[in-house]
C-alpha cells in the first residue's frame, strides 16, 4: 500500500474544538451572570428583620402619699394664682385629706393660666408628677431654687376652679391636716 492512501483511519482532517481561551472565556462570562442573577435575587428574597420595640421608660410618678419616703421632706404649700377666693383652702383641704403633707395655703402674688407644681429637688419629681396627677391639670417643673417654704409649691392657675379636688377648708380657714403616714 502507498503511504498516500490510508486504510482504516477514518478521521476528519479539520479541528472543530473551541479554543482553549473561548472556553475559559465563556465559562467566565456564564459565571459573571449566574453570580449576578443569584445576587439580585437573594436581594430580592431577604427578610428584613423586624426591629424591636424599644421600651419608652414611663416618668415614676407616685401618687399615693403613703409611697412617699419618709427620710425625705415632701410638705406641700398651695398657692392661689386664680384670683378666686378660697380655691388653694379648698384644694389644700382635699390634698390634705387624701394624705399629702399640706403645710400652708396662701394667694399667689399673680394670677397665672395655668397651673403648676413646683419641685425643688429632682428626688421630688415623682412626688410632683403625681399630685399634678391627682389635681388633674397642671404640670410638674422643677424650680431654681425654693418658691415658698416647702418644698414643693403648687402654684394654682385660672385652670385650677372647677377641677382640682376641693373641700370646704375648716372654719378658721386654716387646713385640717391629715395625720402623717405611717412607715411600714
Do not use: C, K, N, Y
Not at 474544538?17 to 459565571?31: E, G, N, S
Not at 423586624?50 to 419616703?69: K, Y
Amino acid at each position: 500500500m502507498s503511504r498516500t492512501h490510508r486504510v482504516g483511519a477514518h478521521r476528519s482532517t479539520g479541528d472543530t474544538r473551541w479554543p482553549r481561551w473561548a472556553i475559559l472565556l465563556a465559562a467566565l462570562a456564564v459565571a459573571v451572570v449566574l453570580t449576578a442573577v443569584g445576587l439580585f435575587l437573594l436581594d430580592r428574597l431577604r427578610i428584613e428583620p423586624v426591629p424591636e420595640p424599644v421600651a419608652t421608660e414611663q416618668p415614676l410618678v407616685i401618687a399615693d402619699p403613703s409611697q412617699i419616703d419618709p427620710t425625705i421632706d415632701a410638705s406641700i404649700t398651695v398657692l392661689d394664682g386664680t384670683g378666686e377666693q378660697g380655691v388653694a383652702a379648698g384644694a389644700g383641704q382635699a390634698l390634705s385629706d387624701a394624705g399629702w403633707s399640706v403645710v400652708a395655703t396662701a394667694s399667689a402674688t399673680e394670677v397665672g393660666d395655668r397651673t403648676v407644681v413646683w419641685f425643688d429637688a429632682p428626688a421630688l419629681e415623682p412626688i410632683a408628677r403625681g399630685l399634678a396627677q391627682q389635681l388633674g391639670v397642671g404640670q410638674a417643673l422643677q424650680s431654681d431654687g425654693r418658691i415658698s417654704g416647702s418644698p414643693i409649691t403648687i402654684v394654682l392657675g385660672t385652670d385650677a376652679p372647677g377641677t382640682v379636688p376641693s373641700v370646704a377648708p375648716s372654719e378658721d380657714g386654716d387646713v385640717d391636716h391629715a395625720p402623717t403616714p405611717i412607715a411600714p
